[in-house]
Nanobody, 129 residues
């Protein structure tokens, strides 16, 4: 059964850090492009970061570049998003997603949710003092 689920969200003060995890089951991660998205209340879902299936290259939204790091552990079938120097504007529900296509990870990432085939349920990140 193909499953993926996020964890690691929570409440953090501005300037703090969180590491989101996306545990997958039934997938061979390096056969997929991987994306992290977020959606704030009243806003569209936006692409935050992604890993290309083709060559493992990574891309980041300008708003998180230098603060967030995407990675994957193929042995653990888990994807991570390390988030440092968090800001109130990072508050959102964060989702991980997998795509069979090689042509979904652009620099910067797009919000093309239709390009991804599998989604987690999301985890809430709130940055507030």
């Amino acid at each position: 059964q193909l499953q993926l689920g996020e964890s690691g969200g929570g409440l953090v003060q501005p300037g703090g850090s969180l590491r989101l995890s996306c545990a997958t089951s039934g997938f061979t991660l390096d056969h997929y492009s991987i994306g992290w998205f977020r959606q704030a209340p009243g806003k569209e879902r936006e692409g935050v970061s992604c890993i290309s299936r083709t060559d493992g290259s990574t891309a980041y939204a300008d708003s998180v570049k230098g603060r967030f790091t995407i990675s994957r552990d193929n042995a653990k079938n888990t994807v991570y998003l390390q988030m440092n120097s968090l800001k109130p504007e990072d508050t959102a529900v964060y989702y991980c997603a997998l795509a069979q296509s090689s042509y979904v990870c652009y620099d910067p990432p797009t919000g093309d949710v239709w390009a991804y085939d599998y989604w987690g349920q999301g985890t809430q990140v709130t940055v507030s003092s």
